[in-house]
């Protein structure tokens, strides 16, 4: 009896928890990033909604919503992100200052679904992509204890376009090569991992959205955050937090 009990106890706390399952379906179409997402293997793809409050105030569906679908092949994940946002912001020129304060895409990923933490290394990931296509998160810290901010655009493939009916949707299609903890910034011997069926990542989609104040309005995720002291921005530091992303056939 306390075997089942216990089992149940371990079933309801899964079924609770924030690495609820994630699918991406491998592409059966040579992938083409231009914002458009007109891949026939797109719609065989099951969207998921960007819709947990991270940070600030939840905001109404006409000034965010988003949500997502994700394929792969041996080489990429490929991304097709849905988003509505009445007013895109980009405030800062350099895309290493202050980014998280911009209108941008953060993509978490975690190679081998390890989770643990990430803030200064690369055992995960925490990208943010910029409405200008650049690509950043943090490194190592430098020698005197400073943060170290990073472009890693050469990870990732970024197109967005707004829709003609409605300017306020924008649809973003990324391709995303999959790096392990073994990467080095500034290496010549990085190399991403080849990707197979079966394989198991841990992933994370969220959205900054800013309406034109200094610092961002809204962080809206995709998985559920259980609050530390108050706070749910735990993405960035750990890949504990992380949904449990599947590569199927």
């Known amino acids: 009896m306390d075997r089942i009990l216990r089992k149940l106890c371990i079933l309801m706390l899964l079924m609770a928890s924030n690495t609820y399952a994630l699918d991406a379906i491998k592409t059966k179409d040579n992938m083409h990033i231009n914002g458009v997402g007109d891949e026939s293997s797109w719609d065989s793809a099951n969207w998921y909604a960007i819709d947990k409050l991270i940070l600030g105030d939840m905001p109404s569906k006409d000034d965010f919503s988003g949500r997502f679908k994700i394929l792969w092949d041996e080489q990429s994940i490929y991304l097709l992100v849905e988003i509505t946002d009445d007013v895109l912001f980009d ?104 990707l197979s069926i079966n394989k198991k990542l841990g992933f994370m989609l969220a959205y900054c959205d800013n309406d034109g104040s200094k610092e961002r309005e809204h962080f809206i995720g995709s998985t559920e955050i259980e609050a530390v002291n108050g706070n749910k921005n735990l993405g960035y530091i750990t890949a504990d937090v992380f949904q449990r992303l599947t590569l199927i056939n």
Request: net charge negative; glycine share 4%.
């Open 91 to 194: 405030q800062h020129v350099d895309p290493k200052h202050f980014y998280w304060d911009d209108d941008c895409l953060e993509i978490f990923i975690d190679e081998d679904a390890s989770g643990g933490e990430h803030q200064y290394n690369f055992n995960a990931f925490a990208y943010h992509v910029a409405l200008d296509n650049q690509v950043v998160d943090l490194g190592i810290k430098n020698i005197d204890g400073t943060e170290n901010f990073v472009l890693l655009n050469d990870h990732i493939e970024s197109s967005w376009r707004r829709n003609h009916d409605s300017l306020t949707n924008v649809t973003w299609e990324l391709s995303i090569s999959v790096y392990d903890d073994s990467f080095e910034f500034g290496s010549n011997n990085n190399k991403p991992v080849e």
